[in-house]
């Protein structure tokens, strides 16, 4: 008898020194162990210097499966792109998502810090919410949501959340704009007609209450004859800089300052599930951009009626502008989108001034104002994913050993 218990103690013994370390695994290993994430952990292997000196007091590495990769139908194949990608995937911290209460949404610094795609501080920003039903949900550039699948994997330098579609490094504005966020076209020709996109795009740390096309439309005769200064400080009131603001943020009764030369405030109104900014309803939220965040509005707010008050039991609000019956002609949604003429365009251009809200896409290489936008190949990595080229193996160092 006691010769069998000592076997069975020794068994135990040799068992434990074998087994893998629970406490104690590396990235590498713990990837190894997912069968699903065989794409992202060769990615991982070959970028090494992402994961090198990473930050002592935790991170959390957002993983896509393999079935994210397949999702995008291909890569980008510009490789130079993938760092900046990965660099986003690394959540500041160890962000224990179940945890997380339903109905919170955190505002969480990633590991991206190049100003072309990150001009905030501390990082460019993930935003992360829980359903009522506690499904996890990331948002990311170009208005992308991803669904947490798998929480709180443990290795040694923090936690794995794995993902099953692919987030968007967010892009410059004008970027997000034309291949994202169709339905501000106007908003973006209106910017190039007063050369303030790279004011709007380069500005750190803003929130942009960017107006739709339909608000454009309304009277779009009389947006298009204003002169440059006239609707330069009609632009600038939709600025507000050195902040970014969710919708969650914006408190009622709260007075913003923005671009206007005068510093000109905007209000903010709450009523049951509406938030205004002076007569304007906020109708997409957290857009995020490389700069900051787009609050999309349903009006052109005007700057010589600062802080208005919306009628908030009204069906629609009073029009912020007056415009002269010559140059009132030709509004509404029937009428084309006003500015959009000032998009630049090169070769394989589209742009379209029809009716309603029309993408209007460029080819790389710029026109008017609009620096800079070379980023966005580096930055557009999980939108126009298309296939890792030049994959190779490397020799694993120690973090992945």
Not at 147 to 173: C, H, N, W, Y
Not at 180 to 185: A, I, N, P, V
Not at 208 to 230: D, K, T, V, Y
Request: hydrophobic residues 40%.
């Amino acid at each position: 008898m006691r010769g069998a218990r000592n076997l069975t103690r020794l068994a135990a013994v040799l068992w434990l020194a074998t087994a893998p370390s629970v406490s104690a695994q590396s990235l590498g290993s713990v990837l190894a162990r997912q069968a699903n994430l065989t794409t992202f952990r060769r990615l991982v292997q070959e970028n090494q210097d992402v994961y090198t000196d990473l930050p002592k007091d935790g991170v959390t590495i957002i993983a896509p499966n393999d079935g994210a990769f397949v999702k995008g139908q291909g890569w980008d194949s510009d490789e130079s792109s993938i760092p900046e990608w990965l660099q986003y995937g690394i959540l500041s911290g160890r962000r224990a998502l179940e945890k997380l209460a339903p109905g919170d949404t955190q505002t969480i610094p990633t590991l991206l810090t190049d100003k072309r795609f990150a001009n905030v501080t501390n990082g460019q920003k993930v935003l992360v919410t829980v359903q009522p039903g506690g499904e996890v949900v990331l948002t990311s550039g170009a208005g992308t949501h991803v669904t947490v699948v798998k929480a709180d994997v443990p290795f040694d330098g923090g936690l794995v959340q794995i993902i099953e579609s692919l987030m968007v490094t967010p892009r410059r504005l004008e970027g997000s704009i034309r291949d994202s966020y169709t339905d501000l076209t106007g908003f973006l020709g209106a910017l190039y007609r007063a050369e303030l996109v790279d004011e709007f795009a380069e500005t750190a740390n803003s929130t942009i209450l960017a107006p739709h096309n339909a608000a454009w439309q309304r009277f779009g005769a009389g947006f298009e004859s204003m002169g440059r200064e006239e609707l330069r400080r009609v632009l600038r009131y939709h600025l507000v800089p050195g902040r970014v603001l969710r919708a969650a943020d914006l408190e009622d009764g709260t007075r913003l300052a923005t671009g206007d030369e005068k510093g000109t405030e905007v209000r903010v109104t709450r009523f049951i599930n509406d938030i205004y900014v002076d007569t304007g309803r906020i109708i997409q939220t957290d857009l995020l951009i490389a700069n900051g965040i787009i609050q999309v509005v349903d009006a052109v707010l005007n700057v010589d009626e600062g802080g208005a008050k919306p009628d908030v039991t009204a069906s629609a609000q009073a029009p912020a502008f007056t415009f002269a019956e010559e140059e009132a002609s030709g509004t509404g949604t029937a009428a084309d989108v006003p500015f959009t003429s000032a998009l630049p365009c090169t070769t394989e251009c589209t742009t379209s001034t029809s009716r309603g809200p029309q993408a209007t896409r460029t080819t790389e290489g710029n026109g008017g104002t609009a620096n800079g936008d070379d980023a966005d190949s580096a930055a557009g990595m999980g939108r126009e994913i298309a296939g890792v080229t030049g994959l190779f193996a490397g020799i694993l160092g120690v973090l992945f050993a």
